[in-house]
């Protein structure tokens, strides 16, 4: 069900460019924006093409391109509320990466895709491996061991549980600065940890 | 947000999926882009700076006009402005100046017009003055002058003037030149109005 439904107050202050609106739309579609963007998807009408999903720098501008055009003035006053939102927004993402496909393609076959199909193609089944995660990320375990508990619990409710630095701010009684700092500082110190072990995220 | 920090978000969330500072930074990014400029939130109208305000027109520190003031952001001159009060315009209350947002016009004067058409001033403060200063107010765009609400102000609605400039004006300029039909007080002015209704 669109987010829309039955909300006219919501799709009213969409429309008028409310922050919070804006926010609360991104919310309930960022994560299928972003799945659609990281697995890529596959056209069977032009001869099987495989538009494939994006690394992690070109999942995060797609995702940030999508809603940014979704977003515009025009786009939001166009809408009218009653069409399901989610196609529209993946519709967005499904051309952005054709676009990025035709333009690395130096012998590209031609996509034609109208939109009954562009709505119907689905996101690849499997996710994307990366075969150095597994290293990175037992690296990424014995630091997080390392750090003091208030560093831990700042991992564990922004990054695992994904609270908002208000919100951390709000439960563990720390001003929003010290959120930043200490989020900042472990930022820091992975690196620093993973460089002195020889593991990137290249 | 640089790719590394994106690498690193994910790692300590534990998936290689979008993470929430990445989520977080996307839409600040967005909504930058796409949403109107966030208004100085009201909230600052409870700041204890503006208990000082007394009787009328307060100004709340000395304004040293500045030859270093350049325009807030892109190369199109814009003038913003929204005018209210905490709870309410009420006898007492106060009413405060939020031109967030205006870019390219150094000085700011206001007045308001009652339904029975007679002026009342709030900057400049008086016949003599020119109006506020905008490259020595506060960078949250809410000017550090605010107005009571006095019984010059009867209950009724009133359409409240601001007129930015390039050039510090008087009223006599601003008068001898305010046209409210073409939003304009002259060469380099722009006018932007507003309603307040006071009960």
Redesign the interface.
């Known amino acids: 069900m669109t987010i829309f439904a039955n909300d006219r107050e919501l799709l009213d202050r969409f429309r008028r460019?409310?922050?919070a609106a804006?926010?609360a739309v991104?919310?309930h579609y960022?994560?299928q924006v972003?799945?659609l963007a990281?697995r890529g998807f596959t056209i069977e009408s032009s001869g099987h093409v495989y538009v494939r999903g994006a690394n992690?720098?070109d999942?995060?501008e797609l995702?940030?391109e999508t809603?940014?055009k979704a977003?515009?003035?025009q786009a939001r006053l166009a809408y009218d509320g009653l069409s399901p939102y989610r196609p529209y927004l993946l519709r967005i993402t499904k051309n952005l990466m054709i676009d990025r496909y035709r333009a690395q393609q130096k012998d590209a076959r031609t996509i034609a895709v109208d939109m009954t199909e562009l709505d119907a193609l689905q996101p690849a089944a499997e996710?994307p491996v990366?075969v150095d995660?597994n290293r990175?990320?037992a690296a990424?375990a014995e630091y997080?061991a390392t750090l003091g508990p208030e560093a831990r619990e700042l991992?564990r409710r922004?990054?695992?549980e994904?609270?908002?630095?208000d919100k951390i701010a709000e439960a563990l009684g720390w001003t929003r600065r010290k959120v930043r700092t200490v989020?900042a500082d472990?930022?820091k110190g992975?690196?620093s940890w993973?460089k002195q072990r020889g593991l990137s995220?290249g | 947000?640089n790719?590394?920090?994106?690498?690193?978000?994910?790692?300590?969330?534990?998936r290689?999926?979008?993470?929430?500072?990445?989520?977080?930074a996307?839409?600040d990014?967005?909504?930058a882009?796409?949403?109107?400029s966030?208004r100085a939130r009201w909230g600052w109208l409870v700041l204890p700076a503006l208990a000082l305000a007394a009787f009328l027109l307060v100004p709340w520190r000395s304004i040293v006009p500045s030859g270093e003031f350049t325009a807030r952001g892109g190369n199109q001159p814009a003038a913003t402005m929204q005018v209210g009060c905490a709870s309410g315009c009420t006898p007492g209350a106060k009413l405060v100046f939020d031109v967030h947002g205006t870019a390219g016009y150094r000085y700011f004067a206001a007045f308001a017009k009652a339904g029975d058409g007679k002026a009342l001033w709030y900057f400049p403060a008086d016949d003599s003055a020119t109006g506020v200063d905008l490259s020595v107010q506060p960078a949250t765009g809410v000017l550090d002058r605010s107005v009571v609400i006095g019984p010059e102000h009867a209950p009724g609605t009133y359409r409240v003037y601001g007129i930015f400039s390039n050039l510090p004006l008087t009223r006599s300029a601003i008068r001898a030149a305010f046209d409210p039909k073409t939003g304009s007080a002259g060469e380099g002015t722009r006018v932007v109005a507003t309603e307040v209704v006071v009960r």
Do not use: C, N
């Open positions: 460019g409310d922050r804006l926010a991104f919310e960022v994560d972003a799945t990281r992690r720098d999942e995060y995702v940030q809603f940014a977003f515009a003035t996710e990366d995660w990175l990320a990424t997080v991992v922004r990054f695992e994904g609270a908002s630095q989020e472990v930022h992975l690196r993973l995220g | 947000m790719s590394d920090d994106r690498l690193t978000s994910r790692l300590l969330g534990g290689d999926q979008l993470s929430r500072p990445e989520k977080d996307i839409l990014g967005v909504l882009e796409t949403a109107p966030a």
